[in-house]
């Protein structure tokens, strides 16, 4: 157990590494920071009991106090702003007057379930916890959506692949009463997108280096060397500069094969640029770096959901083997930078209804570069459809080409994959239309939803990372809610311009990362990497498809699967990827009912 209510109850159950809890008591409130974070100011004693015997008082110390002293708390809504204590990605949890109360990130990286188990709505930070807990089934309406292509809307996103396990909405807390019924209330949601470039990359860069520096803490306290990602891609490289500032800094770059690659190059200019040069710089290349589905023969430490990152496992694997081997235990990675630093072509939408000239500039812009034919631009941007019936619209076209939808609509195009069966897009097509009755948009700006919806897409694929690849732990800045509300905050032409690639955060960097290395325009491929792993483990992956779980449950042709396995193509290269890890991850899970042996422990609920 983690900690106990006042009573004496349990209140948190699960298995953590002692440094990455806090507890914080007032009386009888209870306040749990799990992850790893770093308190804003400092703290007047000193940290004991990471499992929650002992008391921390520190910058939130006055508000539990006057919880403490305050027995009617509706909702508990101070919880907001001892958030705001804190700094990194963390669950925070309240136990307060006989209620609990627990939030994850905005962004979805540190996400919540709930299910109902003797009568009472337990929580948990993974899926498959509360799915042995009470031995659900798979929900195949669930496994049908995951046959969508690419992106999958929201709230369809939200679903989780068991039945009565059902997903705390990114942004969203939930308290539980003494009678064990929920409740949830949104906490957060994303401010108005008006900063101009210059004040708002101001407000990126102090996010971004109080997210760097929070994970810097505790490795220097301890005389850790941490790690950097470093492909020589600006997200990385900035987070490079900003962490080797402070000291020495193990770097890694992987070296693929592909040929449009030209990831080391960049890498190489960056790393002999960086500060206090004293940490080790890794490299895989050659024979170092696995080809992509190596591990697609491998019973993984699985994750809560089918994980798209079987491809790239195996690469993942060995660059984390590398790190341990040299002693390093927290590596920076600046995935999610791409989703918050850049708008989606959604943006010329509102652009073009508030600052007409500058959309028509724009609109040139995106329009030499994408090819979109006059007629269907024009349709683009008098569709003022809301978001329920382009959801309903969608549902009628799921078999249509991607052209049947005009471009920067809500989101992507929802199509199937070619081998979804009649059975799955009558599944598909239902779940869209009962969405469409009820959903709303996660921002009214069409552009600023599409974002945020990019956002949580992206926090899921490295949520289910984390949970695959423990050691060591991948700290993911970009994600951090404080640096995700600057991002947003800026306007979304300045984000989505096609006269500059990540301009604000090339802006916010300015001072920290050399000019030459902001110049960057391009990103990595991996195409022939894929294709060839592809060639290289088709044998092992045949014998996936041919033992096809969503073929017997009836969603999928598995020959068409099988052909184009056999025969890839562009075309179907992101639906093969998506339905192989959904293969994988049916073929390995294995969800027994939860164990009643204290020592077996899941992470925490």
Known sequence: MIAAHASGHPWLVGRLPATWVRIFTAGTVRLAVLGRTAEVGTCVSGATGARGTGTQQGTCAPLLARLARVRDVPDLNELDTLASCFRGSFHLALSAHGRSRVQGTASGLRRLYQARHHGMTVVA???????????????????????????????????????????????????????????????????????????????????????????????????????????????????????????????????????????????????????????????????????????????????????????????????AAEYTRHGISLHLAGHGGDEVLQATLGYLHGLVRRHPAQAVRHLRGHRSRRRWPLGSTLRALTDSRPYGRWLADEARLLRAPEQASPPFGWGQPIRLAPWASPEAEALVAGLLKEAADRAEPLAPDRGQHHTLHRVRSAAQVYRLMRQELTTPWIALPFLDDKVLEACLAVRPEHRGTPYAYKQVLTTAMRSVVPDELLARTTKGSTDTDFYDGLRAHRSTLADLVDRSELGARGLIDTAALRNALLMPTPHTSVPLEDSLACEHWLLHRAPQPLSTDPSDTEEYA
């Open 125 to 319: 930070d993974r899926g498959d916890v509360l799915a042995r807990l009470t031995s659900a089934s798979l929900d195949t309406r669930a496994l049908a959506a995951r046959l969508i292509v690419g992106e999958v809307p929201a709230p369809l996103d939200e679903l989780s692949c068991w039945d009565g396990v059902v997903a705390v909405p990114n942004g969203s807390a939930i308290t539980v009463d003494p009678m064990g019924r929920p409740r949830l209330r949104p906490w957060w949601q994303a401010s108005a997108a008006e900063g101009p470039l210059r004040r708002g990359a101001l407000a990126v860069g102090e996010a971004l280096s109080a997210a760097v520096d929070a994970r810097l803490r505790a490795e220097k306290r301890h005389g850790r060397t941490p790690g950097c990602d470093l492909s020589g891609g600006l997200d990385s490289t900035s987070l490079a500069f900003l962490a080797a500032a402070s000291g020495p800094l193990a770097t890694l770059t992987v070296q693929y094969t592909d040929a449009a690659n030209d990831d080391l190059v960049w890498a190489t200019r960056a790393r002999e640029r960086l500060p206090h040069q004293g940490g080790p710089a890794l490299h895989l290349a050659g024979s170092h770096v696995p080809a992509q589905y190596a591990a697609a023969g491998c019973a993984p430490l699985l994750a809560d959901a089918p994980s798209p990152l079987l491809r790239g496992r195996a690469v993942l694997n060995t660059g």
